[in-house]
């Protein structure tokens, strides 16, 4: 029979005497039920931004050392890599139309060399 339980939620325990513990690791995410996100596929590669709504979250089997996984309104299923906030969605379509507009020019001069 122990004579006192502990729940531990980090790595390390420390008990003295006769005890039973369990470890409960926290889980830990970005952002939460009802957060409104933004693709950084489509804002870097589109140039758009594609707004979703997170209505649940959960964590592939039980272990909750991997990344949640996050399901929109649509049942869209999206990981914490491929969501932004807004000004860093924001801060990749200006990356975006830097790119855009260095490629625009290249091909003129690419064109008027050939013209020539």
Partial sequence: ????TYVSDGNLVEVFGCACYRFAP???HLY???DVLYSSWD???KGQLYAICVKRMFWP???VTFAPIYVDRDNGVWTESELVS???A???IQEYELLRNANALFAAQNCL???E
């Fill in 113 to 115: 060399k050939r013209r």
């Fill in 26 to 28: 926290t889980p830990y």
């Fill in 1 to 4: 029979m122990p004579t006192f």
């Fill in 86 to 88: 807004y000004d860093d």
């Fill in 61 to 63: 089997g039980d272990d």
């Fill in 43 to 45: 804002a870097y590669k």
């Fill in 90 to 92: 924001l801060t990749l």
């Fill in 32 to 34: 939460n039920i009802g």
